[in-house]
Nanobody, 127 residues
Framework: QVQLVESGGGLVQAGDSLRLSCAASGRTFSGYAMGWFRQAPGKEREFVAAIRWSGGSTYYTNSVKGRFTISRDNAKNSVYLQMNSLKPEDTAVYYC????????????????????WGQGTQVTVSS
């Protein structure tokens, strides 16, 4: 089992930045690809970004490319999502997820492909 706990959400204005963190515990963190997803009210959970277990490869959904950066620190069992130039449409509950894999992170963009999930952290962007 891998336990995931997100933090760093909040209420910000359009154009501001936030950094989300996800702390992992349990099994060896370094063997897992990590992803960030988000879910807005009334919408399905959608993929945001993913990172290879080594941190050497990342993948983003088009709507956040150039604004969001996913990173990880395996020594700290943590993954991060730096979000810049936030827009009201980025408002959602953000979840981190883990998948036992060493493969290319762009191969894992749907929720069923992930094995473990955090409880989520709310991000609200006002216009």
């Amino acid at each position: 089992q891998v336990q995931l706990v997100e933090s760093g959400g909040g209420l910000v204005q359009a154009g501001d930045s936030l950094r989300l963190s996800c702390a992992a515990s349990g099994r060896t963190f370094s063997g897992y690809a990590m992803g960030w997803f988000r879910q807005a009210p009334g919408k399905e959970r959608e993929f945001v970004a993913a990172i290879r277990w080594s941190g050497g490869s990342t993948y983003y959904t088009n709507s956040v490319k150039g604004r969001f950066t996913i990173s990880r620190d395996n020594a700290k069992n943590s993954v991060y999502l730096q979000m810049n130039s936030l827009k009201p449409e980025d408002t959602a509950v953000y979840y981190c997820a883990a998948r036992r894999s060493t493969g290319y992170p762009g191969s894992y963009v749907s929720p069923p492909e992930y094995d473990f999930w955090g409880q989520g952290t709310q991000v609200t962007v006002s216009s």
